[in-house]
């Protein structure tokens, strides 16, 4: 079961890739500023979770409009995420948890899938200004896509 609504959002630093390098982005830097929506998907390169960054990307707008970042974790490197957000002009920030950190402190790991090994399964929060969970959603398989409407309707409840 992943993380429940009203628990306090774990912190985490994980590595993203820019144009300058690697970079450290910690979730709690957002606490007291902005709303953080946390979509973890199982890997890149994949078309279900192409998908759903590429539909996230497009919607970047309504997020910023709500006061959300919002933030797309996976098990891959920060430099497999860049080659795939490069090939499909994904916009969204991507976190490499690598190490399932994240993955396993929010507890949406999902065992061995597709027999390659554990990734993160597909679930999306909301996290508020105050770093507690508003929103918490762990999908029936990897090839379900969040509730992005649930999502938006946390967002706008908690501005």
């Not at 929060?125 to 946390?154: R, W």
Request: net charge neutral.
């Amino acid at each position: 079961m992943p993380l429940s609504i009203g628990s306090k959002a774990p912190d985490f630093t994980l590595k993203t890739k820019t144009a300058e390098g690697l970079k450290d982005v910690t979730l709690s830097a957002n606490f007291g500023k902005k709303q953080t929506v946390l979509l973890f998907f199982p890997l890149a390169f994949t078309g279900t979770c192409t998908q759903e960054m590429c539909d996230t990307t497009s919607g970047l707008g309504d997020y910023a409009g709500l006061n959300a970042e919002v933030y797309g974790i996976s098990v891959d490197s920060p430099f497999a995420q860049e080659a795939w957000a490069a090939q499909h002009k994904i916009k969204v920030t991507l976190l490499s948890d690598l190490n399932r950190v994240a993955t396993k402190a929010y507890d949406v790991l999902f065992p061995m899938l597709a027999g390659v090994g554990d990734t993160s399964a597909r679930a999306a929060f909301v996290i508020g200004l105050d770093g507690v969970v508003t929103y918490s959603e762990q999908t029936a398989t990897p090839k379900d896509l969040p509730n992005f409407k649930a999502v938006k309707e946390a967002l706008s409840r908690t501005r």
